[in-house]
């Protein structure tokens, strides 16, 4: 077992944060690509020359852009399942991502924190979780791009953890591989990830944000198309005949409540979300997102939008309407309760890292929702990332050092039970 204190040093781990922050690897929406942008090939190479540097000689990128390495069990610990660490490569493309400057604000005292250029600045009122800050060092870009916390943290804090168990080659643990992926902020992180050839039984991406924290929720997800189908007519002699479905489409969308929308929501509420409209007096397609953490809670959001339309229809004799729901993707804890391990262990390790463990839930899908889908159950883990997607991203070093701990306690918590 790891004979160590909670709380260690981790000597390497900021280095590596920034050498990775400053590689450019924003990915694109607007790509024809796997992955969608070539330059993430930049930051893979620079990992799999690392990995072999710590001893993981089968180190290799793929021509997907996936980096992966295993480190085999220590004598004695070959029944102890594979499991796996993931954190992505890429960051969000909305924001600039190039020439990152890692600044750092040493003994952060409360308060506001200034970014050295375009006068932009974390506003303390909108961050509480800064308070939880107070006396340590943050990281933060310099206002030019956003930080890459999401998910550099990820990527330097299971570097950090496996150079620590290289350098102590008496900590025994069971069989471990890591995958760095390439388009996790374009939905397409895992696309060509092949599960059963990776041959991991849990996974855990680390790509969450508050210490302590273990996601092992997301949304079930479903999408609408109604399609409202009216009558064209010259309009210089469509008296008492045209039916206008843009209109139709219109008056659908005026009578979505405000309630149940992601304006509106937070937290475990589900919503009903119209994200476009297209088309003309003859036919009008609305699509919609359904989300909900139930299952059972998306049919009745379902037969909301078919009641707004039946009502819609209503006010202009003639009109009709379709509605296709196309299933996208499920609330991972269903996959996850077949597997109850990768959670209680996770868990149990945040104690041993000496945190409070919190079970939290994603507004959203996640890779990991894919993966557990796919059959690797695959919870997200804390990494200390904070505000991502903006110029005010920021990290508390503090955090980071807990999250490489929590690894190593995860991989500490696996050995003892399974060997
Ligand atoms: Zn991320």
Redesign the pocket.
């Known amino acids: 077992m790891l004979e160590r204190k909670p709380g260690s040093e981790f000597p390497g781990l900021v280095d590596r944060f920034v050498t990775y922050a400053k590689v450019h690897t924003t990915s694109s929406e607007n790509s024809d690509t796997y992955p969608s942008t070539a330059r993430q090939f930049d930051l893979a190479h620079i990992l799999v020359d690392e990995l072999k540097a710590i001893g993981l000689a089968d180190a290799a990128v793929d021509e997907h852009c996936y980096v992966t390495a295993s480190l085999p069990a220590s004598k004695g610990c070959e029944k102890v399942p594979v499991i796996a660490f993931i954190s992505?490569m890429d960051t969000y493309p909305e924001v600039s991502g190039e020439n990152v400057v890692p600044t750092f604000h040493e003994n952060y005292r409360g308060g506001d924190i200034e970014l050295p250029k375009n006068g932009r600045r974390i506003l303390a009122a909108e961050n509480a979780y800064l308070q939880e800050c107070i006396g340590e060092t943050i990281i933060t870009a310099d206002g030019t791009t956003l930080l890459g916390a999401?998910?550099k943290a990820g990527i330097a804090e299971i570097m950090e953890a496996l150079t620590r168990i290289r350098e102590n080659p008496d900590w025994v643990h069971g069989p471990l591989k890591v995958v760095f992926t390439p388009d996790?902020?374009v939905g397409a992180g895992v696309k060509h990830f092949d599960v059963a050839k990776f041959g991991a039984k849990v996974a855990y991406t680390m790509?969450g944000g508050r210490r302590g924290e273990i996601e092992d929720e997301t949304f079930c997800a479903d999408s609408a198309i109604v399609t409202f189908v009216g009558r064209d007519i010259h309009p210089g002699y469509a008296k008492d005949k045209m039916i206008p479905s843009v209109k139709v489409a219109g008056a659908f969308l005026a009578s979505l409540p405000r309630e149940g929308a992601p304006e509106t929501t937070e937290g475990k509420q589900g919503y009903i979300h119209p994200i476009s409209i297209k088309g003309n007096t003859s036919e009008t397609e609305v699509t919609l997102l359904i989300r909900d953490f139930d299952l059972d809670g998306l049919k009745p959001k379902a037969e909301k939008i078919r009641e707004h339309a039946v009502k819609a229809c209503d006010q202009w004799p003639g009109a009709t309407f379709r509605l296709e729901v196309k299933e996208y993707y499920r609330n991972m804890k269903y996959d996850l309760q077949k597997e109850p391990r990768a959670m209680d262990y996770a868990l149990e390790a945040v104690k041993r890292a000496g945190l409070k463990p919190v079970r939290g839930s994603i507004r959203g899908g996640t890779d990991g929702s894919t993966l557990s889908a796919r059959g690797l159950p695959t919870p997200n883990v804390f990494t200390g990332?904070q505000d991502?997607h903006g110029y005010g991203e920021w990290i508390c070093v503090k955090d980071m050092e807990l999250a490489t701990e929590t690894i190593l306690r995860i991989i500490e918590v696996w050995t003892e039970k399974e060997r």
Request: proline share 0%.
């Open positions: 992505h999401d998910d996790e902020e790509d990332e991502f």
